[in-house]
Structures are given as structure tokens and as C-alpha cells.
């Protein structure tokens, strides 16, 4: 029987300072050591659903559970990284990557060193005394994305990570995630625009379609892993990309 990392019990939100519902009632659920894509519009609840998770907006009904447990205080309970990379320019990659302990109160010598081991499976072994301004957008990516990780959550939430790359850069980060995902056995949502990037990444397919949320369509995504980009290419995978677009064709025209 499977365990659950993230689910989601009769969720519902809106913003006080609107009385239009964005989630009634929602109910899904991510498994240990699943990858999970949410795609939809622009405004459809994507970020909002982060928030609660992350405990920046509390339910307005229902319950969220992290590793089974509900939490009065979500904060600091799951990974997060953001769209924007949030380094600061001050401080070099080993002090951008050490914060996340620094502020769990290890001492700075302790984080440093905890984070020089780990510098090598990130592919940041040697810039380890760069500055932001002195790297590239994929080796910040890869400081960010260290930063979740050492959140100590086995569940990440992980925002358009990769929006602001260039195509390249974005498939060889795509590839990259992956193998941290295997390796470290983690579980996560992301979310994205880009169906290609879903379904390359994904094992099941979130898409918003109605608003407010009450459920998502969800799609199972017909490969196996390992894989390789060229995979989304398969005949399977083409049908369920038409599929993912005019699902996404039907909200933009509602």
C-alpha cells in the first residue's frame, strides 16, 4: 500500500479580501517518491495551492497533511523553491547554499561544511567561493535547488524552476532534476507551463480546468523510467499531449 507524502482533504480557500472561492473542496494526494506536475492559465490557483501547503494562507475548510500529519504551523515543513533563484548577491554559492541551516540554528562551520559534501553531486564543486553575479543561471538553479533540499523535507514544491533558462540550459536541468529525484527519493510538485517539460518530468499531470477548483483532470503520464527526452516523442505520449492542450484550450475559452 502506497504512503502518502501530500494530500489535500476537502480543501477549501478564499481570500478575505474577496468573498470569490478560489478551492472547494479539493482532494488529491502526492505518493512517497512521486513526481507531480500541476499546469494551468495564469491565475487558475497554481500559486495558491503552494501557499497553503507552504502555510503562507491558511484553509478555509479541510485539512492538508504532510507525511500523513496535519500541522497547526506548515511553515518550514516542505522544500519551496521559486520561480527567482532569491540568492543573495552578498554571499558566495557556499553561503547562499548553507542559509537554510544557518536558519535552523547550526552553527555557520557545521552548515559549511555539511554543504561542502555535497557540493560535487550538484555540480558545484569549485565555485564554491563565486558569487552569484559570477555564475550561470543553470548553477544558480542548481543553488537553489540544493537550499530545498537541505530544508530537510522529503516533499519539495518546486515553482516554474526553470522559466527564466534558455532552452538548453532548461532540458539539461530538466535531466539534471531527475537524477537528484532518484537519488535522493523525493517527493515532488511542480509546477509548469510547459507541457513538454510536464510530461517529460512527471508521473501524473494536474490540470486546472475550472474555477473555483473543486477537482483536477489528471492524466497518467505513459512512460517508463528511466528516461530520455526523446521519450515524450513516443506515439502514447503524443496522444496524451493533445490531450493535456485541449484540456488547457477548453479553460482559456471558458
Given at each position: 500500500?502506497?504512503?502518502?507524502?501530500l494530500?489535500?482533504?476537502?480543501?477549501?480557500?478564499s481570500?478575505?479580501t474577496s468573498?470569490k472561492?478560489?478551492?472547494?473542496?479539493?482532494n488529491?494526494d502526492v505518493?512517497?517518491g512521486?513526481?507531480v506536475?500541476?499546469i494551468?492559465?495564469?491565475?487558475?490557483g497554481?500559486?495558491?495551492?503552494?501557499?497553503?501547503?507552504?502555510?503562507?494562507?491558511?484553509t478555509s475548510?479541510?485539512n492538508i497533511?504532510i507525511?500523513?500529519?496535519?500541522?497547526?504551523?506548515?511553515l518550514?515543513k516542505?522544500?519551496?523553491?521559486?520561480?527567482?533563484?532569491?540568492?543573495?548577491?552578498w554571499?558566495?554559492?557556499?553561503?547562499?547554499?548553507?542559509?537554510?541551516?544557518?536558519?535552523?540554528?547550526?552553527?555557520?562551520q557545521?552548515?559549511?561544511?555539511?554543504?561542502?559534501?555535497?557540493l560535487?553531486q550538484?555540480?558545484?564543486k569549485g565555485?564554491e567561493?563565486?558569487?552569484?553575479s559570477q555564475?550561470?543561471g543553470?548553477?544558480?538553479?542548481?543553488?537553489?535547488?540544493?537550499?530545498?533540499?537541505?530544508?530537510?523535507?522529503?516533499?519539495?514544491?518546486?515553482?516554474?524552476p526553470?522559466?527564466s533558462?534558455?532552452?538548453?540550459?532548461?532540458l539539461?536541468?530538466?535531466?539534471?532534476?531527475?537524477?537528484?529525484?532518484?537519488?535522493?527519493?523525493?517527493?515532488?510538485?511542480?509546477?509548469?507551463?510547459?507541457v513538454?517539460?510536464?510530461?517529460f518530468?512527471?508521473?501524473?499531470?494536474?490540470?486546472?480546468?475550472e474555477?473555483?477548483?473543486?477537482k483536477?483532470?489528471?492524466?497518467n503520464?505513459?512512460v517508463?523510467?528511466?528516461?530520455?527526452?526523446?521519450?515524450?516523442?513516443a506515439p502514447?505520449?503524443?496522444?496524451v499531449?493533445?490531450?493535456l492542450?485541449?484540456?488547457l484550450?477548453v479553460?482559456?475559452n471558458?
Amino acid at each position: 500500500m502506497s504512503k502518502f507524502s501530500l494530500q489535500f482533504k476537502d480543501v477549501s480557500f478564499s481570500y478575505e479580501t474577496s468573498n470569490k472561492s478560489i478551492l472547494t473542496g479539493l482532494n488529491f494526494d502526492v505518493k512517497e517518491g512521486e513526481f507531480v506536475s500541476i499546469i494551468g492559465p495564469s491565475g487558475s490557483g497554481k500559486s495558491t495551492i503552494f501557499k497553503l501547503i507552504t502555510g503562507l494562507e491558511e484553509t478555509s475548510e479541510g485539512n492538508i497533511l504532510i507525511n500523513g500529519q496535519a500541522y497547526t504551523n506548515r511553515l518550514g515543513k516542505v522544500g519551496y523553491m521559486p520561480q527567482q533563484d532569491l540568492l543573495m548577491p552578498w554571499r558566495t554559492v557556499l553561503e547562499n547554499a548553507a542559509l537554510p541551516l544557518e536558519i535552523k540554528g547550526m552553527k555557520k562551520q557545521l552548515a559549511y561544511g555539511k554543504v561542502l559534501e555535497l557540493l560535487d553531486q550538484f555540480g558545484l564543486k569549485g565555485v564554491e567561493h563565486s558569487y552569484p553575479s559570477q555564475i550561470s543561471g543553470g548553477m544558480k538553479q542548481r543553488i537553489s535547488f540544493l537550499r530545498t533540499v537541505l530544508s530537510g523535507s522529503n516533499v519539495l514544491l518546486l515553482d516554474e524552476p526553470f522559466s527564466s533558462l534558455d532552452a538548453i540550459t532548461r532540458l539539461s536541468m530538466q535531466e539534471w532534476l531527475l537524477s537528484q529525484w532518484e537519488k535522493w527519493q523525493l517527493s515532488i510538485l511542480f509546477i509548469t507551463h510547459d507541457v513538454d517539460e510536464a510530461l517529460f518530468l512527471s508521473d501524473r499531470i494536474f490540470i486546472f480546468t475550472e474555477q473555483p477548483v473543486t477537482k483536477f483532470v489528471e492524466v497518467n503520464v505513459p512512460v517508463s523510467r528511466p528516461r530520455k527526452i526523446r521519450d515524450i516523442h513516443a506515439p502514447a505520449v503524443i496522444a496524451v499531449k493533445e490531450q493535456l492542450i485541449e484540456q488547457l484550450r477548453v479553460k482559456v475559452n471558458l
